[in-house]
């Protein structure tokens, strides 16, 4: 479990739960960042912030401190399986 | 809005099959801008780049600028169409991702479903963001069940290799769902019978409602709902406005404390100033 400014380009995760409240949390919501949804960093930024996510076939960018907000799970690497 | 209007071809007006939907559906008469009475209200929603003024202008012959970029539709556009003897004024809402205020045009949206309330309310979504896109309709379908689910971009989905079940997804959302691409000109005639279907109740809506499955939500509800209900007894929908409250909505909280929540005739004239404000006048 960690959160969403933490996720790394190329892994995938999802959505576990939401820390903001009241119109934050709304609007994130509104947005498509609700628990269950997958998600995956987009495009990163070499400045840090923001940066762009892909969720329910968008892209939404955030801050740090938003994305610090959310809550994830993220998913175990597909790790390439060779059939003999 | 564009004051460009276009003579619409000529129709007959009478024929044997006059009562059949299909056949009414090709007789549609885009009417512009050139609307002095209308029986049915026809909003159009959706959200952002879902290709809604092409919708707008495939059903009024208007030409609404359209273009991809945020905020295009700044207030709101109208226009009018008549189809099975019946005049139709569409009215097109600025393109939002909620109905949740937290911008000027999602207030603009809103007021005008909840206090304008709109005979049918179209919402134009995105074939191939389909999830996204739904989150709109579940919050359109908690105020309204007069809603028509107008499936646009069908030729990208299609492209995209993505297939849509129309038919299910009316189905499970309880209005009708209709598969079209406005820009091909594809699907709008049974986009126009289903807006027909619903003005004249001959589709009956079964809304999909959210379970909320939160006994603590639903006592909470229960404690607030009968106090708005008493203190705005003409408020078409309590149960969203008291949701909105828990919710801490700032726009719905303070339109309660400055007392106008329940000033219909006052929402209204704001919303709709040349529409319903008229109506309620003589009414009274």
């Not at chain 1, 329910?56 to 399986?81: C, D, F, K």
């Not at chain 2, 600028?65 to 556009?77: D, I, L, M, P, Y």
């Amino acid at each position: 479990m960690t959160t969403l400014d933490r996720l790394s380009p190329g892994q995938r995760a999802t959505i576990t739960s939401l820390a903001a409240q009241g119109a934050e949390r709304r609007r994130l919501m509104d947005l498509g960042f609700i628990p269950g949804v997958e998600i995956e960093v987009e495009m990163g930024n070499p400045l840090g912030d923001p940066r762009a996510f892909r969720l329910l076939g968008g892209v939404v960018a955030l801050r740090r401190e938003q994305a610090r907000e959310i809550g994830i799970q993220v998913q175990p690497e597909e790790t390439p399986t060779h059939v003999a | 809005m564009s004051p460009e209007t276009q003579t619409a071809p000529a129709v007959p007006s009478e024929s044997k099959c006059a009562t059949c939907p299909v056949h009414n559906a090709s007789e549609l008469r885009r009417l512009g801008v050139n609307m002095d009475r209308w029986d049915f209200v026809v909003a159009l929603m959706g959200n952002p780049n879902t290709g809604k003024s092409t919708v707008f202008n495939a059903l009024t012959g208007l030409r609404q600028h359209v273009g991809n970029w945020v905020g295009k539709t700044v207030s709101r556009a109208e226009g009018g169409f008549r189809l099975a003897e019946t005049n139709y004024k569409l009215v097109d809402l600025p393109g939002t991702y909620s109905l949740v205020s937290s911008s000027h045009h999602e207030e603009v949206a809103r007021d005008f479903l909840l206090f304008g309330q709109p005979d049918v309310t179209v919402v134009v979504v995105d074939a191939t963001r389909l999830e996204r896109n739904l989150i709109l309709v579940l919050q359109v379908l908690e105020i309204t069940g007069r809603v028509v689910v107008a499936l646009n971009l069908m030729d990208e989905a299609r492209r995209h290799g993505l297939e849509v079940d129309a038919r299910d997804l009316t189905r499970q959302l309880g209005v009708p769902v209709v598969p079209m691409s406005a820009r091909r000109g594809e699907g709008i005639r049974e986009l126009l019978q289903a807006i027909d279907e619903v003005a004249k109740g001959r589709f009956v809506p079964r809304p999909r409602r959210l379970d909320h499955q939160d006994p603590r939500l639903e006592a909470a509800l229960r404690r607030i709902l009968p106090e708005i209900e008493a203190a705005f007894p003409h408020l078409p929908n309590a149960r969203w406005v008291a949701l909105r409250l828990l919710d801490g909505d700032h726009s719905i909280i303070r339109a309660i404390e400055e007392g106008s929540l329940g000033d219909i005739d006052r929402m209204a004239a704001k919303a709709l100033p040349d529409l319903r404000a008229r109506e309620l006048t003589e009414e009274n």
